[in-house]
């Protein structure tokens, strides 16, 4: 996203300063409650009646594809988009309506935003300059922050001197000088290379409990918010899919969508039996732990199992099989994951499944070899047929579509 160094300087009061007069409510500081937000643009609906309640000190991810209305969300928190209906109220306060630089929230953008005739220093000290701040309180304040990203030594640089990890950091440091209530972060780590990504999720996330700040974070990648989220909002097409911690949506995902959108899924198609937890598919009978609310016997359904739950085992000739959570098939791919090998089995004429199993205990096989996966039935979650069919395509098109590396948006 490209964005004016002005609009980047928006700081919001902080304790030491006093705040805006809005209607307030009786909520601790660094909650977000948003409630029934809608925002259109024009005929098209971005945000489609969003209801959110974000706890103080919290680190939540709002995850989907482009185009789900992520940055519409976070702009709307940050006052650059007024929603089209609905509430937001920060910190017990109503700021619908309150210009961005009169919330006590800051953002910080994937592109980084440093004015480079500016000294790091500078950069960071621009907000309080802009507020008439004491320079002895400015001096202080800005070393404190650059502290807080372990980059004093670098307050002389200007920002072409400086790597792109380094100058989030700098960003990072001025959005974090007046100690907002609520930090918003909109894929502040995506013109990263991989590792620098990595290291810098660490940082965040442990800046983060050290501050105690609220930190709603956008991103289109998974394992970034699996890795430094306390809850992740999966939205997809303007609403929140389920709000969760991530070993919740990882092992029981709300909807198909969920299912399929985190992690990986082998989806196999059946009709449910009056059992209400077994489905029987063609390849056998598949149980799950627990039914699903909307599958009555007799009706469509898909099975859902992850490939790291599936076990893969030699079998001598072909087999076939014949119990439950089994299905027979031949070996047509194997491939290195780093920790894990995958092995592609295929189960018929266009079923494939999907196996990933840690290295140390990956079973020796070769393409061509028969096997049979095995699965335990606490893996399997069932979903309608039609919904599980709908999430496979829009989870697809997501893929092939993936974010832009930089938003061409401007503020
Ligand atoms: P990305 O990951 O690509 O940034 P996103 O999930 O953040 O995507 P938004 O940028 O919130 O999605 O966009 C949601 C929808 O609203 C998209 O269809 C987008 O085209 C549309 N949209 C966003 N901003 C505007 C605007 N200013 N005018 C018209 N449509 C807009």
């Known amino acids: 996203m490209t964005v004016s160094a002005k609009n980047t300087s928006h700081a919001g009061p902080t304790a030491r300063e006093s705040p805006p007069q809005a209607p307030q409510v009786s909520e601790p500081e660094g909650s977000v409650v948003l409630e029934g937000v809608t925002k259109k643009f024009g ?72 004015f480079p005739h500016m000294s790091v220093a500078e950069n960071v000290a621009y907000g309080l300059r802009q507020k008439g701040t004491a320079k002895s309180e400015i001096r202080e304040r800005v070393t404190e922050s650059l502290d807080l990203v372990q980059m004093r030594s670098f307050a002389d640089r200007k920002p072409t001197q400086l790597s792109g990890g380094q100058q989030q950091r700098i960003a990072l440091a001025r959005a974090l000088i007046n100690r907002p209530a609520v930090l918003l972060l909109d894929e502040p780590l995506g013109a990263l290379d991989r590792q620098l990504r990595e290291e810098m999720q660490i940082e965040l996330k442990l800046l983060q409990s050290r501050l105690g700040i609220t930190f709603i974070f956008v991103t289109h990648d998974q394992g970034e918010a699996l890795s430094m989220s306390d809850r992740i909002a999966i939205m997809r097409s303007g609403r929140v899919e389920q709000l969760d911690d991530a070993d919740s949506i990882y092992d029981n995902p709300a909807s198909a969508y969920v299912a399929g959108f985190i992690g990986q899924q082998n989806f196999i198609p059946g009709t449910m039996t009056s059992s209400l937890t077994v489905m029987e598919s063609r390849f056998g009978s598949i149980r799950a732990a627990a039914p699903h609310d909307d599958l009555g016997a007799g009706v469509d359904a898909q099975a859902a199992v992850r490939p790291e739950a599936v076990s893969v085992a030699a079998v001598s000739g072909d087999s076939t099989s014949t119990r439950e959570n089994q299905i027979a098939g031949n070996v047509i791919g194997v491939s290195h994951q780093g920790e894990t090998l995958q092995f592609l089995v295929s189960v018929g004429d266009d079923q494939t499944m999907l196996s990933r199993v840690p290295r140390p205990n990956a079973p020796r096989l070769a393409v061509g070899d028969s096997v049979l996966c095995t699965w335990d039935a606490a893996s399997v979650h069932l979903f309608p047929s039609e919904q599980a069919t709908q999430a496979q395509a829009d989870i697809a098109r997501a893929l092939s579509h993936p974010a832009p590396p930089t938003s061409s948006m401007s503020l």
């Open 43 to 114: 005929g098209a609906t971005a945000v489609d009646n969003i209801s959110l309640h974000v706890r103080p000190g919290e680190f939540l991810s709002l995850l989907g594809p482009s185009g789900c209305g992520k940055t519409t969300t976070l702009r709307m928190l940050a006052g650059f988009e007024e929603p089209t209906a609905g509430s937001i109220r920060i910190s017990g306060q109503d700021v619908v309506g309150i210009p961005p630089h009169k919330r006590n929230v800051n953002t910080v953008f994937q592109a980084y935003a440093l």
